[in-house]
């Protein structure tokens, strides 16, 4: 072979490895390095859906949604001209810090990267900045969904607040709805109940980015995905009635709970002293948090629902009630009340020092005699009366749509034998557990829960925020008797000259209730109120007021539960 | 009149003449069309953000009209005279790369000669004139000087211009002064079994660093000692050697190289070492070749060019941006005309009678052989990164010239002896 043909054919062959080389990347691994590319040019940007719209049962807003903004500065443009003091001045941050920041971001590498300087501005900040942007090159925003809160209602406990996914690893509630690292999500209350259908689903696009770091508009490959918005909540809260009783209790400590009888609807829920949701832009600041947190007034704490409370003289009503169905006692049976009973060597006293006389047990309800419900009590069997309480669901959660509910205490047998041991109660125990003092302990929830039971002769449901939502039924039978008597003697307690609700009495409409005076050892006396409203012979209101050391149930607590009834009578229809 | 002139002009007429005629080799110069057409159009999408005039495209297409111009002005050089002063210029080369020493650093390195505003690279137009000194050496026997004293002349030749840009440092210039040589011996008649034994110490210091490899080798290195039968005092010292050079090796590696020329050897041997490192960029050009497919992503399309993640893509990794936006069959063209172009030298080399223009083609042919295996082989990681461009494909003036003064001279000597 000449020697220009071998030599030929050593290139051949070198060409041909070299072919090769590239026809095994281009041909063979093509799909995995196509992979590689579009991973580093493309990025995967979240688009927010915005978060469902909270309405009240009128279809006032009372959540919405509103923008805050992130602001940064693009290093490579900002220029000598820059307004170092006007950032400072409007964000709080200090212009030798921004300059620091920024002069490190220029020597960087990613010089183009947005630095960021300030997270969740508001609206007004970012249009001052907007207004000088001549001065200021480089500043970019982004947005930032927060909520804002526009009924003058606040509802504080009822809502709840965001935060933000700060690492995965903590806590989130519903895990299974893929939260990423930035996200917000409902944490507490209605917020965090219905997250799922507040929250919608965040679409995704695609956008070419160069090494630097620079946008180069959409991949036109992949189109990616439209968010899908949170669905709007229609709660059955009335925002109207619920801002005239949070004044109500401005200074005040309490719940206030009130509900359609027939549909267990909630149209009210105030826990007192509250915190403003307003107060902070985005998610819940961790210092404010904190100071919430370790406040002695327990602003956090949802009282309608978590709040631990000696029933009081409400809880009579069960006694009654057992009497009359188990017809214990006959209707002319009366009890001489003058002041204080004794039983073996202690004394038991009624509010009324002097005494209220012979008393039926109709007149032992609205004058509330604590003597006749003594000697009662010692001829009902204790058990049926644990019955009894479980009838008017006390003792276990409502079941409304919020969580941390507590449940109470209804202090059974074997609870007490646990307590204080076999022999270490007696009879005398009982007679503090019939007018709802002693270990029993109920939630300002339970006890409106009972008046929408008697407001309906048994026929209510459980309550619940969500207006249209398919709650459960609750039937609780007795005999027409018991309810008839019920009935009366709560109409009797806010209408008979001598009962004590008389304060909230409401001229055109039948009020009903019963008044409790909680003693407890933190101080004054818990005044409580607890009735519903009839209206054209359909029970329209049913309410538990809860004033901590008010005093007598027949003062604070009635006078905010007149207001109410007012209000309800004017404006709530059936 | 300049006829007349270049006839009669004593001085002149040794390095002018008149062509006998002036005939383009369309196997040459096709190829370079078709090379210039697609640099140039890539070029101008790597371009597009920069301004007309300032723009690579657009000084490229100026360079290459003086390249023209060159390649026409050279039919007039009388190619008889790089043979008859060969020494004075390898000569003047190695004085001049000398200078560089004290000339002042630019980028970390000496390769210039800066005479006020003007500076050029001795060693780029030194390629050819290794191609001329070798060329009239290996002329000038007629069989009377024993074939291995010849051999190691001429690498002693090649190699202290090697060593000295080695030094400046300029990698990839040494390797193409270290490569030229060994073509031109092989075509010269030496036989291949001394080339052989020039080649194994290199191969055997590079496969010392696995032992598996270099245990293979050494058992290759045994039977070709064997079949060739050389004399028992060449063939045992010869083993000794390469086993010398295979224990030397990690000697040479830790007190020699300077660490970006390791890290380099490192970062081929494995590119995923360090990807934000020296393995960068041969990450990203594997991946922009490798997602340019079989029909590459369209011109001004690839993601990895455009968007800036492939370094250097006007210069070094040109070929990168072919393989990206052309694909294969991109590729395919490049490697297809640059064949052509090789194998029709190859082709003139084997015709010329005349020794000195034969070895020269065959040198010039090696200069863009190589150049164009080292760059191409470092975009898709086969060969480490020495800064080699690819010949009529990478932007930069000065390559373009000599890289089209070489084709100038290949032509040149081909219309003067056929």
């Known amino acids: 072979m000449p020697k220009f043909k071998k030599v030929q054919l050593v290139l051949a062959g ?561 | 009149m300049l006829r007349k002139t270049l006839i009669y002009n004593n001085t002149l007429n040794k390095i002018f003449q008149v062509p006998d005629k002036i005939v383009f080799r369309w196997g040459i110069f096709f190829p370079v069309l078709i090379l210039m057409f697609i640099s140039l159009i890539t070029l101008k999408h790597t371009s597009i953000n920069s301004s007309f005039f300032s723009s690579t495209f657009t000084k490229q297409i100026i360079w290459f009209g003086f390249g023209s111009l060159v390649f026409i002005l050279a039919q007039w050089i009388r190619i008889q005279y790089f043979q008859e002063y060969a020494f004075h210029f390898y000569g003047i080369l190695i004085i001049f790369i000398a200078i560089t020493y004290i000339m002042p650093v630019i980028g970390g390195s000496q390769r210039w000669v800066i005479v006020g505003p003007f500076s050029f690279q001795p060693s780029e137009v030194g390629k050819l004139l290794l191609v001329f000194v070798i060329a009239r050496v290996l002329a000038d026997q007629k069989g009377n000087m024993n074939e291995i004293k010849l051999l190691l002349l001429i690498l002693l030749m090649a190699l202290v211009p090697a060593l000295m840009v080695f030094k400046q440092p300029d990698f990839g210039t040494a390797i193409v002064y270290g490569f030229i040589a060994l073509p031109m011996l092989y075509w010269s008649g030496i036989r291949s079994y001394y080339l052989f034994s020039v080649i194994a110490p290199i191969i055997s210091i590079i496969s010392a660093f696995n032992i598996y490899i270099f245990s293979i080798w050494m058992g290759v290195l045994v039977m070709v000692i064997y079949f060739n039968q050389p004399k028992i005092t060449m063939g045992v010292p010869q083993f000794i050697t390469n086993i010398g050079c295979g224990i030397l090796s990690p000697f040479i590696w830790n007190n020699f190289l300077y660490s970006h020329q390791k890290e380099r050897i490192l970062t081929l041997l494995n590119p995923m070492r360090d990807p934000h490192g020296a393995g960068y960029q041969v990450i990203q050009s594997i991946i922009a070749i490798g997602s340019g497919g079989i029909w590459g992503k369209g011109i001004g399309k690839g993601t990895q060019t455009q968007l800036r993640y492939l370094p250097v893509r006007d210069t070094d990794f040109i070929v990168s941006v072919i393989g990206e936006e052309m694909g294969l069959l991109g590729i395919a063209v490049i490697l297809g005309v640059f064949f052509t172009m090789l194998y029709w030298m190859i082709v003139y080399a084997g015709i010329i009678s005349n020794k000195f223009s034969s070895l020269t083609l065959i040198g010039f042919a090696s200069i863009l052989f190589i150049h164009l295996i080292v760059n191409m082989g470092m975009t898709v990681g086969l060969l480490p990164v020495t800064g080699l461009p690819a010949p009529f494909l990478s932007y930069g003036g000065s390559f373009l010239l000599s890289c089209m003064l070489i084709l100038a001279l290949s032509t040149n000597i081909v219309n003067h002896h056929i």
């Open chain 1, 14 to 574: 070198i060409f041909t490895i070299l072919f090769f080389r590239f026809y095994h990347l281009q041909i063979y691994q093509h799909s995995k390095y196509e992979e590689k590319a579009g991973n580093n040019s493309v990025r995967k940007i979240s688009i927010h859906a915005p978060r469902g719209i909270i309405y009240d049962r009128n279809g006032i807003p009372i959540v919405d949604n509103r923008q805050i903004y992130d602001l940064a500065v693009i290093p490579f443009d900002v220029t000598s001209q820059f307004d170092y003091q006007m950032v400072s001045k409007q964000t709080g941050v200090s212009s030798s810090e921004l300059q620091e920041k920024i002069t490190r971001g220029k020597e960087s590498f990613h010089r183009f990267r947005p630095v960021p300087i300030k997270r969740h501005i508001d609206f007004e900040t970012r249009s001052h900045l907007e207004e000088n942007k001549l001065s200021l090159p480089g500043t970019i925003f982004s947005e930032f969904p927060a909520r804002t809160y526009p009924h003058k209602a606040k509802l504080t406990h009822v809502l709840g607040y965001l935060r933000v996914v700060m690492d995965m690893t903590a806590s989130i509630p519903n895990q299974g709805l893929k939260y990423k690292l930035g996200d917000v999500f409902g944490f507490s209350g209605i917020e965090r109940i219905y997250e799922s259908i507040l929250r919608g689903n965040d679409g995704t696009e695609f956008r070419l980015v160069d090494i630097y770091g620079i946008d180069h508009g959409v991949y036109q490959d992949n189109p990616g995905q439209q968010p899908v918005p949170g669905k709007a909540l229609h709660l059955s809260i009335d925002s109207k009635l619920q801002s005239l009783i949070e004044d109500l209790f401005s200074g005040k400590k309490g719940a206030a709970i009130c509900m359609t009888p027939t549909s267990g609807e909630v149209l009210a829920f105030v826990s007192a002293p509250d915190y403003d949701l307003n107060s902070f832009a985005g998610p819940v600041p961790i210092e404010l948090w904190e100071g919430w947190n370790s406040d002695p007034e327990k602003p956090l704490i949802n009282r309608g629902i978590q709040g631990l409370y000696p029933p009081g003289s409400t809880y009579k009503l069960l006694a009654a009630a057992l009497a009359k169905e188990d017809e214990v006692v006959d209707k002319n049976w009366t009890v001489n009340c003058n002041g204080v009973y004794t039983l073996g060597d202690r004394d038991f006293h009624c509010w009324n020092d002097a005494g209220h006389g012979t008393v039926n047990m109709d007149e032992a309800i609205y004058q509330s005699c604590n003597i006749y419900f003594y000697q009662l009590i010692q001829k009902l069997s204790y058990k049926n009366w644990i019955e009894m309480a479980g009838k008017f669901k006390f003792g276990v959660s409502s079941g409304i749509d919020l969580l941390g509910e507590k449940r109470g205490l209804v202090p059974e047998r074997s609870y007490m034998n646990r307590k204080y041991g076999k022999w270490g109660w007696a009879t005398g125990n009982l007679l503090t557990f019939v007018i709802g003092q002693g270990d029993v302990l109920v939630t300002p929830i339970q006890v409106a829960q009972m008046m929408n039971i008697i407001a309906t002769r048994g026929n209510t449901k459980t309550p619940h925020l969500l207006l249209d939502s398919p709650a459960e039924k609750i039937s609780v039978s007795l005999k027409p008797l018991t309810w008839d008597f019920l009935q009366q003697s709560t109409w009797d307690v806010v209408n008979h000259k001598e009962g004590t609700g008389k304060a909230a009495k409401v001229i055109g409409s039948e009020v009903h209730g019963k008044t409790g005076t909680a003693q407890n050892p933190h101080g004054e006396d818990h005044s409580w109120f607890a009735g519903y409203l009839v209206k054209d012979d359909i029970p329209i209101l049913s309410l538990a007021v809860l004033v901590e050391h008010g005093g007598r149930g027949s003062v604070e607590a009635a006078i905010i539960s007149h207001k109410i009834f007012k209000y309800a009578q004017k404006n709530i229809n059936l």
